[in-house]
């Protein structure tokens, strides 16, 4: 995965759901740009101008897009996607 190209992941500070979703991409080594949009608005109108809603995880790489999702949720997006899965650095035998 190219620098240029590392997946977004829009967070809210308290919120459990992106806390496990960041252990979840730390724990696979996923290398992220992580955006707070409760510490910046810049980052809340950019996730709503992607996704068009303001819940968070929201997750983007390219055209991917998995808004206010469990990590569950995500992984069954992904799964949907395998060039994003590989694109993304996780292995085709992730749940």
Avoid: H
Wanted: glycine residues 6%.
């Amino acid at each position: 995965m190219s620098k240029e190209t590392k997946p977004i992941l829009y967070v809210k500070t308290g919120c459990p759901w992106c806390t496990e979703a960041i252990s979840y991409f730390n724990s696979q080594g996923i290398e992220l740009e992580i955006c707070n949009v409760t510490q910046n608005s810049d980052f809340m109108n950019a996730m709503v101008a992607v996704s068009g809603q303001t819940k968070a995880p929201t997750f983007t790489y390219g055209e991917f897009l998995v808004a206010d999702f469990s990590v569950d949720e995500f992984l069954a997006e992904l799964n949907t996607f395998p060039e994003i899965r590989k694109k993304i650095g996780l292995c085709d035998n992730e749940n």
